[in-house]
Every structure is written in C-alpha cells, then in structure tokens.
C-alpha cells in the first residue's frame, strides 16, 4: 500500500529477497513520484509530502548521472520489462545512501486502445505507472547471503538438516538426514518415530520440544538413533536444534541439524579401551593376575568373549622356548564373558611360535609378542546380532596385545627374580620348625612389602652346649633387598658369637659394635645412579636385637634387649606376661652396656619372640597391639595346642595390606631335663681325684645303661679333670648331662682358654684336646661369671631307651610340639 490506498495492478510479485520491509515510492509515466510508504519516509528521512510530484532523478546525489534509477522513457521500462540497479540518493539528512532498487511497471485497468481503435499486433503497451522498490545496498547483501546459505545448507550431504513444523513433523529435510538404509523416499509431514525406533524417537523428540518451549537453543546433544528397517548398530548423532519464530514472536516450527559423530565415537571407545587396558595390566606383577586383566578389560568393549593362553614356560618366569616342530605349549589363562565350554581354563595347547594377527567378521586373535619372545595369544569374538569387527578393531586388539603382552613379560621377569628373593629370604630364615632338647619352635614371617617378599626382620634358634639353645628376633630398619642383606650379615654375626658361648650381654655388645662399623662404612660415591639395583633398594644400617638362652637344666632364660620389644610368656595354667625386659638402644646408637634379665620358664611354657611389625600398624598403636597379643595367647586352649596352629591364629589377625612393618613371631614352648639325667661332683685339686671321677662317671653311666660309653667318656674326663688341675690348682666341677646326647663338662675358675694344639713326637704331653676332639663329636669351652667350662658331647646309641630325653620329661603327659 502507497499513501494508505492499494495499488492497481500490485499482484505481480516484484521477485525480490528483500521486497517485505523495503522503501516504495510510486512514480508516473514521467518519473515523477506521486506516491510515497512510510518505510520510504523512514529510510531517505523525507515525509510523503516533501517529495510527492518532484521527479524521482532529483533524489540522486548526483541528478545529473546516469544511475538507472530512471531516464526519460527508457526502453526497458516501456516495454514494461523490470529493471534493477544501485543508486547513491541524498537523504533528508544530508547524508548520502547507496541503495539497490527494482523498477515495476504498473498496469491500469483502463490501460489500452481507445474506444471503436484497434490493436495493432505485437505493439507494446507503454504503462501508464511503475512502482520502485529500495533498501540499503548493506541489507540487500545480507539478503543474498541468508538466500544463498539457505539453499547451500539444504543442499550440501555432509549434515542432515531438517525443518520441524510445531507439531514436529518434517516440513524440510535435505537428501542426507540420516546417512544409512531405511528412510522413506519422502519424510515430509512425516514424524521420526515412523521410521526410527521409538525409544530412539522418543529421546530426539523430547530435545526438540524442550527447545520449542524454552526458545533455548539445543548444542550437539549425542542421541543414538535406529532405523524400524534396521535397527542393529545405528548411528550415533550430535543433534543441535534452534527454534524458528516470526518476527511479531509467533513460533511455527524448529531446525535442527544431525551430525553422524558414530565413527569419532568409536575411536573414543577404542580409545578408551586401550587406556584401560594398559592400566589394567600395566598394574600386576602377576603373570595369572595380568592375563585375568586383560581377559576382563576386553569385555564388553570390544567383545562378548575373550581368551588370554599363555605359554607354561612364562609362569615359572622363564622365557618360552619352542619344541622340535616348532610349536609352544600354551596354557589357557583366563576367559572373560560367555562361558566357553570348549576348551576350560588351565587347559593346555599347543600353537605356532610366529604367528600374526588375524581378524574376521566375529572373531580376532593377536599374538602376546615382547621383546622378540612370543609368550601367548589373546582371541576375542563377538556374539550373533552385534556388528561386525571393522580393520580398526584389529589394530586396537594388535595394540593392547603388544602393551599386555610387555606386561606380561614383565611379569614373568619378576617371577624370577621374586623367585630368587624368596630363595635368599628362605636360606637367610631357619626352619620354620625346629625340635631341640631345649625348646620346640615354630616361626613365621611376613613381609611388609608383600610384592617383593623379602624384608629386614628374622629369627633364629641356635642350639648350644650343653643342651642350651639361643632364641634370636631382630628388625633391620627398612625393607626390600637392602634390608635383608644387611639382615643376613647380622644374622650369620649372631651366629658367630653365640658360637663362641658369649655371656648374652658381652654377645650384644659386639653386635652393637658391628652395627656401628657398618653404618660408618664410607659408600662408593662413584656409583651412578642407574646401578642396576631394584626400586627401592636402599644400604639400612640399624636394627633392634633380642637374644634369649634357655638352660632346659636350671629351667632358666637370660635374655638381652637392643631396643626391642619384651618377649610374652604364657605359662602352662594359661596365664600370659610379658618379661621386664631394661632394654638397652638399638644396635649401633650409642655404644651403651647391656642388660641381661634372668627368668625361670616352667616346663611347658611358651615364649613368644616377635618385632614391632606384630604389635604396631597403621591402624593399632604398641599397647593396643601388645593388648590383642596377650589376648590371643590367652586363648583357651593355647598352652596344649599345636604351636603351628596358634602361630597361625597370631599372624592372621593381622591382614598384609595392613601392615607397615614387617611381622615376624617365634614361638618356642620350653622343655626341663630332668635332675636325674644330670650328675655333679666337686673335685678336689688334687691329682689323685682324677681316679675318683673315672669310678663315679663310670657308675653313672651304667645306671643310665650307657655301657658303651664307659671308656671314652672315662678317657675324656681323665683329660679335661688333670688339665683342669694342673693349670688352675682351684676347685673343679664336673658335670654329666643325659639329654638327647651325652655331654661332659668339666668347670674351674681359670679364664684361660684351651688351645688345640699339634704335639709333635718327641713331645711328651699335648695330646689331650687332640685325643678329646677324636673321641667325641664336639667340643668347647665357654666363659662363666666364675671361670670357664670345657664341654664334649658324645652320641647315645639308638638302641639305648633315653629316659632322660625332654620328649618324655616335659610338662603334662601329652603336650604335643
């Protein structure tokens, strides 16, 4: 409408992207403007009445150019063709406006012959009117552009497209919606669930109304989408969504736009699963645990089945070696998913040592190949229904297979070496059980480290003479391979000394010494730093000690503490204590004496020897600790029952991945040696009382019904009794022990040792060490608070009943070991 009336002849559409909202102005056949839309008055600033009859040439800024916009009867025009073009106008405001324009022409009604004249043929009817349309050149541009990406987009196949009406069904989609079979030829006025599965549908629809209500817009949204034909794998779609209103706010539809990520998405996955996979099995040190992984890693990602088999040979930590065909035995490890009924876990067979990684639409099988050794196979399959595996999914199995399978060799390393660890932990250990005159024990050790199995703590029992035995625990600081070579080097100095039958005070003593020359050992500064040695390996110098001897005689134990914990004892009416114990500081601090404590054990008496790892954790404190030790020990029961069965019951109550130290316990129930199976005499310093010791050690024995012993025990005597006398001139005690063996022991108050020595054969003396050490299987001398004793053991013949052996002197009938 120009100047509020409709324009004759205006059904003809101008054509033109920008014809709503743009300037009008009506011109006569002459180019004058004789009508003029307030869109026109609004642009060029110039009212209806400041511009009606004036021709329209003189809005030019230049009215004499030749624009276009109009020239006295151009052909063009009255032919009545539409012409366009650009033009610069002056505004009403002085500025100056580029502007493209249309030029219609207009018909009359009343356009034509005149009354009673005829129509000449093919002549033009010049029109008597012409409408002229014009907006900024800016605004014109922007129209193209919408107009032209508004076409592209609906024809480009790379996104699909589709417009929605209100009630969401397809007014527009382009050629490529969704990019695989089962779409109708035509989706117009069609809704999505009458082609997609409807859970599918369902899920897409309730995005699009969300966006139809709230006008906010929707961004890739991931919707997995399945066709009703085909409703197998799908695809998977980011769907963004926009709502379409006009401009007066009413909302007629919405767009949204389908990009088919599913590819990205399945490289995500595959991804993924090689990420899990490799922490999966890169976090085991278990060749069972590292196929249990990767079996189970591989399921449900990237198959419904999945069989690891691993050479035997990998287990036992040696590298597989093939047979004479060429073929390796390989041992079915794990199988993760479906149930396989074929061939069971642990089943061995055989398979080629240079295989390759082979794939087919339901299955794929990639060699477990490290460091040019083939250690095993991982076989995947894929359930009926499920698509089918695509060369992308071979290259994944290919992959994880090479990073389990370095993991796998790994594990098979460490195998070996934990296997030689626990080889020096178990020969640096005692047995675990022992069975002397003295004492019955059993121990256990727990690393804190369970990894590497090997730590710091030990015990030890050491038999002595005289039917005495030494009880050790000790707790080298730190753990690992450090820790139990410093372990082994105390141990065997334990032995050493307790060989030499130290008082256990002056025993502790050099061990103190030995620990403080250790740690003042100056270290090999020119080790670089990637010496070979394990993680963790560290040169801990510094230990507590407990050294307790236990005489099955005099029923007593001494004992010696370098910074460890007191020993329990739980006697044979079931009451449990704890010995108190001065202890001195630990091993190599500061060089400080020692005290010995001295406790009567009754026979039957258990002594419990442990370290601080037993007591102490991460989640116990040491007097909560030693609380749940004395209950454990008081435990109805515990006195008469098997010390490997209690022992268990202690340790187990203290689960490995709780523990920050290591744990080691000794258990060691007491036996007595009864007085009848000992004689004592005094003898007098006198040379003539060498016969007397020959006639009561003579009657002894046959009272214990030795008589085979007689003369070599009258002949070590003789000996040991004129040496005793000839070199000290003091009073002599002589002492037979009838316990497992026979031991002869011989006292004075001199503290000179005897030396063995060679006699050569013009000597007249000398030979009487010489013939003892021949007559008996071992002899010594050990230093006592009043001089020495010189002892020699000699063996009981098997087919004399002793009578005097602890095993049937001990306690209550029947105590069991």
Known sequence: MVDGKTLPGASVHSGLPFADGAAGA???????????????????????????????????????????????????????????????????????????????????????????????????????????????????????????????????DRLGLAVFDEELRLARTNTHLFPYTGLPPDLRGRRLGDFLEADDAA??????????????????????????????????????????????????????????????RRSDERLAILHHATAAVGG???????????????????????????????????????????????????????????????TVVPADTDPSATGSPASMTAPLRARGSFLGRVTVRRAPGRPDYEPADLDLLREIAA??????DNARRYAREHRSAIGLQRSLLPPAQAETVAVTTTGFYLPADPATGVGGDWFDVIPLSSARVALVAGDVVGHGLGATATMG??????????????????LMVHLDDLVSQLRDEPHDLTRPDDDGLPDGWTDPIGATCLYAVYDPVSRRCAMVSAGHPPPAVVHPDGTVSYVELNPGPPLGVSGLPFEVTEVELAAGSILALYTDGLIEGRDIDLDEGMAELRRRLARPGATTAPLRELGREIVSGRPVHHLADDVTLLLARTHAVPAGNTAVWPVDPDP??????????????????????????????????????????????????????????????????????????????????????QLTTRWGSRYTRHGKTIWAE????????????ATDTTGPVGVPR
């Open 794 to 805: 000699q063996p009981i013949p098997p087919a004399t009943p002793d009578t005097g052996d």
């Open 688 to 773: 003539a009382a060498v016969a007397r010791v020959r006639q009561e050690s003579a009657r002894q024995l046959r009272a214990w019904g030795l008589e085979e012993l007689v003369f070599t025990t009258e002949l070590v005597l003789s000996e040991l009794v004129t040496n005793a006398i000839r070199y000290t001139g003091g009073p002599v005690e002589v002492r037979l022990i009838r316990a497992g063996q026979l031991t002869c022991e011989v006292s004075d108050t001199s503290a000179t040792q005897p030396r063995m020595r060679r006699a050569r054969l013009t000597d007249e003396g000398g030979r009487g060490l010489y013939l003892v050490a």
């Open 489 to 506: 080097r105390l141990r065997t100095a334990v032995r050493t000394l307790a060989d030499l039958e130290l008082e256990p005070d002056e």
């Open 403 to 408: 990073r389990a399978a370095l993991a796998l």
């Open 26 to 156: 009506l011109l006569d056949a002459g180019g004058r403007i004789i009508g003029w839309t307030p869109a026109a008055a609004e642009l060029l600033a110039l009212p209806a009445d400041a511009v009606r009859g004036r021709p329209v040439r003189e809005l030019l800024a230049d009215p004499g150019a030749r624009s276009g916009l109009w020239v006295d009867r151009p052909e063009g025009v009255r032919s009545g063709a539409v012409r366009s073009g650009e033009a610069v106008v002056r505004t009403g405001r002085g500025e100056k406006l580029s502007i493209v324009f249309q030029i219609l022409p207009l018909a009359d009604e009343d356009t034509g012959p005149g009354p009673g004249t005829d129509a000449v043929p093919g002549a033009s009817v010049e029109p008597a009117r012409y409408f002229v349309l014009g907006a900024p050149a800016g605004m014109v541009s922007r129209w193209r552009q919408d107009r032209a990406f508004t076409r592209e987009l609906f024809l480009q």
């Open 284 to 346: 085991s040190l278990s060749v069972m645990g590292t196929g249990v992984e990767l079996a189970a890693v591989l399921v449900p990602g990237l198959a419904d089945l999945a069989v690891v088999e691993i050479a035997e040979a990998v287990f036992t930590g040696e590298e597989p070696v093939p047979g004479k065909d060429g073929r390796l035995a390989l041992r079915r490890t794990a199988v993760a998913g479906e149930p396989s009924t074929e061939v069971p876990v642990g």
């Open 203 to 264: 899920a897409v629809e309730r995005r699009l109304r969300e966006v139809l209500r709230t006008g906010r817009p929707l961004i890739l949204a991931e919707e997995r989408v399945r066709t009703i034909e085909d409703p197998r794998g799908g695809a998977v779609m980011a769907v963004s969504a926009f709502r379409l209103q006009a401009p007066d706010g009413q909302v007629f539809g919405v767009t949204a736009l389908f990009t088919d990520i599913t590819e990205q």
